[in-house]
């Protein structure tokens, strides 16, 4: 954790001088100059003054530095193929137990049955699709959404004349073994 770095980065984002964090908070820039070299550490109630003067909430200067938003770019995304139909699978993000990826099914394709722990929510970008779950089946464009219980069996199907993607979440609790 580097609250002194973080301190500093948003302070010279919004052009703030020690100066006006000093006359802002109260402290003096022999402190602020420490913390922000992480030579002290600061109390909360310090941290707390310092967070409100910044405009930001406290616990983002508590954050580590992989707990902090995380960028992929377009020319970045990891590329993966599934299904005996090979799908084209781009990954686009996932913090914690969530992902999401855009999964590309040809004409005709299918994913196959699957079945796992956790939830996922689909969006239709392009084409169209038959979802089904158990005795569920529904017809989806572009536009319509769905989501469900990824522990009950279910497969989507490209009925439709071009490649439908399709954006999906998925959500799958982290239990401690598998940060381990």
Known sequence: MDIGASIRA???QRKITISQLCEGTGLSKG???????????????TLESIATFLNVPLPYLLLKNEQRMHVVRKDERQQTTSGSDNLKVEHLSAKG??????CEVPPGATTGT?????????????????AEQAEDM????????F????????????TGEESALVLISVYKDISFEDIQ
């Open 31 to 45: 402190f602020i100059s420490n913390v922000e070299n992480n030579k002290t550490s600061p109390s909360i109630a």
């Open 138 to 145: 529904e017809v989806l464009e572009a536009g319509d959404s």
């Open 147 to 158: 989501s469900w219980n990824a522990s009950v069996p279910h497969k989507v199907t490209n």
């Open 114 to 130: 699957n079945m796992h722990a956790g939830e996922e929510c689909h969006f239709v970008l392009k084409g169209k699709i038959v």
């Open 97 to 102: 137990g969530l992902r999401m990826m855009i």
């Open 10 to 12: 948003i302070r010279k």
